[in-house]
């Protein structure tokens, strides 16, 4: 009884989650291994009966194969992400104040 209020409230939010993002792929914790094939199973049918049937379609309900190294990547993932970002592109200031701009009248 508690796994399965477990999978149903696990499923409730995961669901939710592949509705906003649309990932491809869901990748539990490892140490949630333990609970075995069938809990998996049982996680990948609810989390389809709460997401929209065209996104869970070909989404993949996984268990994690990172050990220790998955902070650490996680962390240079970040740093990787922040060198290479693409800078956010700002209006022109004559766009957002109108009064930036002083033009000579005629």
Known sequence: VIVEE?????????GNLVNILDPARVVLDRRLEGCGEA????LR????LH????IASDLVVCY???RAEAGVLGAALMVLDELF??????????????????LPLR
């Open 39 to 42: 809990f998996l199973d049982q």
């Open 45 to 48: 049918r609810n989390i389809r």
């Open 6 to 14: 477990m999978v149903r409230r696990l499923a409730f939010g995961l």
């Open 51 to 54: 997401a929209l049937s065209n």
């Open 64 to 66: 994690g194969r990172l």
């Open 85 to 102: 970002a693409i800078p956010d592109l700002k209006p022109p200031r004559f766009l957002v104040e109108p009064d930036a701009v002083d």
